[in-house]
């Protein structure tokens, strides 16, 4: 189960947050085993992201996996999500930042996954 956070300055009411989390789901599909099905997303906006001395209209995503997926799987997420936010919220690349942690364990369902 990847985790995607997206923590952002721009305001959203609960409608685009719901279109914004579909298109992320639909996204997260770039990476093998990965699907909507599975993503747990959590979207923050409101948040006061500064910069360069000064506040930023930006984001800050967080996307965890279990275990490492194919390079070429996540630049094509990490693409995509820039041209998401882009498009949702007028969000330049410039201004996304991105961690990406891929994890030897992880825990679901109240079990540990190796």
């Not at 990965?34 to 209209?57: A, E, H, Q």
């Not at 990490?78 to 990406?100: F, P, S, T």
């Amino acid at each position: 189960m990847p985790y995607l956070s997206v923590r952002t300055s721009v305001s959203m009411d609960c409608a685009k947050k719901d279109v914004l989390q579909k298109e992320l789901g639909a996204l997260i599909a770039v990476i093998p085993g990965k699907s909507i099905d599975n993503c747990m997303i959590d979207i923050t906006s409101d948040c006061g992201l500064f910069m360069r001395g000064g506040p930023i209209v930006g984001a800050f995503v967080d996307l965890r996996l279990f275990r490492p997926s194919p390079d070429e799987a996540k630049s094509e997420f990490l693409a995509g999500l820039c041209k998401i936010l882009n498009e949702q919220l007028g969000i330049e690349k410039e201004n996304v930042y991105c961690n990406l942690l891929e994890l030897p364990q992880w825990g679901s369902a109240g079990k540990l996954l190796l």
